[in-house]
């Protein structure tokens, strides 16, 4: 089982970046992927989920209504799209997977994790 995170970058403030999750050895589809960030010296946050089998999301205050995260199952790819970036959302975001049928934002929840993807936001 490997989930492998890319798309990451360096972007300017008010920019864009569109993060990609793809699963191999299991379905997407079947658990409820989370992204998570973390920034140097700081502990790892959660920012937003899909629930399994279904098309409901959640946000941190942080990244609602900047941030769209969603799910091809053709492709088995999760994907989180941001837009109006800023400065502090700079960190190392990763996916997870959690056999979970609730949106779970404690990271000790999930069993498979990416490996991480760069995001610097800077001009």
């Known amino acids: 089982v490997q989930l492998q995170a890319s798309g990451g970058g360096l972007v300017q403030p008010g920019g864009s970046l569109r993060l990609s999750c793809v699963a191999s050895?299991?379905?997407?589809?079947?658990?409820?992927i989370s992204w998570f960030r973390q920034a140097p010296g700081k502990e790892r946050e959660w920012i937003s989920c899909?629930?399994?089998?279904?098309?409901?999301?959640n946000y941190a205050d942080s990244v609602k209504a900047r941030f769209t995260i969603s799910r091809d199952g053709a492709k088995n790819t999760a994907y989180l799209q941001m837009n109006s970036l800023k400065p502090e959302d700079t960190a190392v975001y990763y996916c997870?997977?959690?056999?979970?049928?609730?949106?779970?934002?404690?990271?000790?929840?999930?069993?498979?994790w990416g490996q991480g993807t760069q995001v610097t936001v800077s001009s």
């Open positions: 899909i629930i399994r089998t279904s098309t409901t999301t």
């Open positions: 997870a997977a959690a056999a979970r049928g609730v949106c779970v934002r404690d990271g000790s929840d999930y069993r498979y």
């Open positions: 050895g299991l379905t997407l589809r079947s658990y409820t």
